[in-house]
């Protein structure tokens, strides 16, 4: 069985927090980031939903 690719950061080096303590570049929260590099795929695709649904709510 091949080993899957890591899930990639949505980081996009517009790296500022707004009040919400959440990214304005790539819409994580601070805790978010601070553990993407322990999470495992199934953590980091589960990020990026949230991340969507930020998306979406910003678009609003």
């Known amino acids: 069985m091949a080993i899957e690719d890591k899930v990639r ?3 996009v080096s517009i790296c500022a ?3 919400r303590d ?3 570049g790539c819409q994580r929260t601070s805790d978010e980031i601070l553990h993407w590099s322990s999470m495992n795929n199934c ?15 910003i678009a609003l």
């Open 17 to 19: 927090l707004d009040e």
């Open 43 to 57: 953590e980091r695709k589960a990020v990026l939903v949230k991340v969507a649904e930020r998306e979406q709510e």
């Open 9 to 11: 950061s949505p980081c």
């Open 22 to 24: 959440v990214c304005i």
